[in-house]
Every structure is written in structure tokens, then in C-alpha cells.
């Protein structure tokens, strides 16, 4: 059985949260747990205390706001399938994760501040032309996702800071979403990908892992607006996206996959 010793602070409110992440910079937010129990299981990391912010109800807020839709950082993979407001992205995303049991607890801030360029819901927050909202008690700011991932397991999160929310712009389009993993269920992704695309005029398409931190491919993008084949958009594609050999796939399969995805969502329109 998996025993760790470090003291859990609860807090009941983001302020009482935020004061202890500022006096506690050494402490690890606990979110769901999901990624750091298989950490500690590894002996990948030894805390000195947790900050559980599972206790805070305003980080599970989904809710509309005036430009868009404000998604709580603590909101689980279940909580946002399961409600009739959530985008059909975030929806077909957050049900690729793990199984049921890990959606349960799995939450979006913890997928997204784990950053790992695997992560499902990323390339979703690209696509969306999503914000993050990051506070500490010194304020808050919003930092666009296009910035948030600044590499392997490196982001652009201040060590006082603790991801409040997820804002998404209320934005048109044909929308898709494709994860390419072993199995359905409780595999990691090969390569995931997110699109949105508005003919002629606007273009989003977004991958996760196929680089070190999700990535969208600019030139696919332009070159799609512009009118160009499914099949020349894929070509771009499988130039601009940088994948490696690891152990789950080789990185011309996932060049292949990823052209072949959006290949296909391209000519099924
Ligand atoms: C069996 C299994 C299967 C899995 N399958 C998938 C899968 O298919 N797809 C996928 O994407 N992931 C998968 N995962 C990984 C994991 O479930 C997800 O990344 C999940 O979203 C993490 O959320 P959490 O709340 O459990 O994060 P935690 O483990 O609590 O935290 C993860 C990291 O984020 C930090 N953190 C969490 N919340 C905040 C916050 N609000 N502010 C600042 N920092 C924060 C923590 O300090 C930690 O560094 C799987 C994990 C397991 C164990």
C-alpha cells in the first residue's frame, strides 16, 4: 500500500488556499491525485506537505460569464461530462481520460498543470483559444494557453500561483476531436488532437504529443483558410509537428496519424 507521511493543509475557501500557497512555496497542490499518486508510487516525488484544494467549492464552478464560459479549475473529467453546459470539445476530451474511476477524480487543472504534452484536454484549450486564470495573493491574471506550456513538464505557473479557472470564448465552427491511444479506456495518448475551422475565414488545428508541449501548426492553418486540399493540409501537418520515438509509438506513426486525422475530419465535412 502506497503510504506517505507529508502533513495535508485543507482549505475551505481559494483565500484560505491562496494564503497557504504563499506560505507554504515548498508544498504540492493536490488536485484529484491521480498523476501524483503514480509519482510517489515511482519515488518520483517526495513532498513535504499538500495543499488539497479538492475542499474548495468555488474551484468547481462551470458557469457562463460575459465572453464565454468560466470552467473552475477543479471541475473533474465526470463533473464536466456530465453537465449540459460544457462544450462538446471539452466533453469528448475529458471522457477519453483513463477510465471511469480516474474521471471521478481527474480534474481539468490537474491535467492541465501536470503538463505533459500527452495530456487529452490540452490541444482542446488551443483550439478553444482558451485563457488560464492564475491567482495568488498578490491578484490574478490570465495567461491564453498558446503561452502556458513553455516545455516538458514546464509551465508558465508562478510558484505562489494556483490555476483558478479556465475561461473559453464563445467561438464558431466545425469542431472535432480525436484521441489515438492503445486501447479506449486507460491508455495515454499516441498522438490527440483538437480542430476548429470556420471556411474561409478562421483555423485551429491542434496537437498533443507530438512535440514537447501541445502545439497548433500554423501554416496547416493558413494554408486550410486559404482554400487548400484536405490532403495538402495533412502534408503541412506532418512537416510542422516534431513527434520522437518513445515508448508508446515511433514518430512516423504518429506524423502518419496526425496527417490522417485531419485528412479525414477534413473530407468528412
Ligand atoms: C490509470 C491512469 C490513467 C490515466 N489516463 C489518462 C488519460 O487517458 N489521459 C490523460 O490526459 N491523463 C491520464 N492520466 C493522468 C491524470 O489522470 C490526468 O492528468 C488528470 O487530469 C490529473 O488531474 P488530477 O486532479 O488528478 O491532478 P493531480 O495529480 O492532483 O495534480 C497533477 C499536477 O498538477 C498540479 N495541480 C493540480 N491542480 C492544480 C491547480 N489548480 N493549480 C496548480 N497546480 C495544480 C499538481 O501539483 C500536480 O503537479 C491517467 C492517470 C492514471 C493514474
Known amino acids: 500500500m502506497l503510504r506517505c507521511e507529508a502533513p495535508v493543509h485543507r482549505p475551505h475557501s481559494l483565500e484560505d488556499a491562496l494564503v497557504l500557497r504563499a506560505e507554504l512555496p515548498g508544498a504540492t497542490i493536490l488536485a484529484g491525485g491521480t498523476d501524483i499518486m503514480v509519482y510517489l508510487e515511482a519515488g518520483q516525488l517526495r513532498p513535504t506537505e499538500f495543499i488539497d484544494l479538492s475542499g474548495v467549492p468555488a474551484l468547481r464552478a462551470l458557469r457562463s460569464i460575459t465572453g464565454g464560459q468560466y470552467y473552475g479549475a477543479g471541475l473533474t473529467c465526470t463533473d464536466v461530462v456530465r453537465s449540459p453546459h460544457t462544450h ?3 466533453r469528448e476530451a475529458a471522457l477519453t481520460v483513463g477510465a471511469v474511476q480516474i474521471q471521478n ?5 490537474g491535467n492541465i498543470c501536470n503538463s505533459s504534452p500527452a495530456g487529452d484536454t490540452l490541444p482542446v484549450w488551443l483550439a478553444l ?3 488560464f486564470e492564475l491567482a495568488s495573493v498578490h491578484g490574478r491574471r490570465r495567461v491564453p494557453a498558446a503561452r502556458f506550456w513553455r516545455g516538458y513538464k514546464k509551465t508558465e505557473m508562478r510558484p505562489h500561483e494556483i490555476l483558478v479557472a479556465i475561461i473559453v470564448p464563445p467561438l464558431a465552427g466545425y469542431m472535432h476531436f480525436r484521441k489515438v491511444g492503445t486501447r479506449l479506456a486507460q491508455s495515454i495518448a499516441k498522438v490527440v488532437f483538437a ?3 470556420v471556411p474561409g475565414i478562421d483555423a485551429a488545428l491542434a496537437f498533443g504529443a507530438v512535440g514537447p508541449v501541445p ?7 493558413r494554408a486550410l483558410i486559404a482554400g487548400a486540399s484536405p490532403a495538402e493540409v495533412a502534408a503541412q501537418v506532418e512537416k510542422e509537428i516534431s513527434p520522437i520515438d518513445d515508448v508508446r509509438s515511433t514518430q ?10 485531419v485528412r479525414t475530419w477534413l473530407e468528412s465535412r
Open 88 to 90: 462538446p470539445l471539452i
Open 105 to 109: 477524480r481527474a480534474t481539468l487543472g
Open 129 to 131: 483559444k482558451a485563457d
Open 195 to 197: 480542430g476548429r475551422y
Open 215 to 221: 502545439m497548433r501548426c500554423p501554416e496547416a492553418e
Open 252 to 261: 512516423d506513426y504518429r506524423r502518419k496519424v496526425a496527417g490522417n486525422i
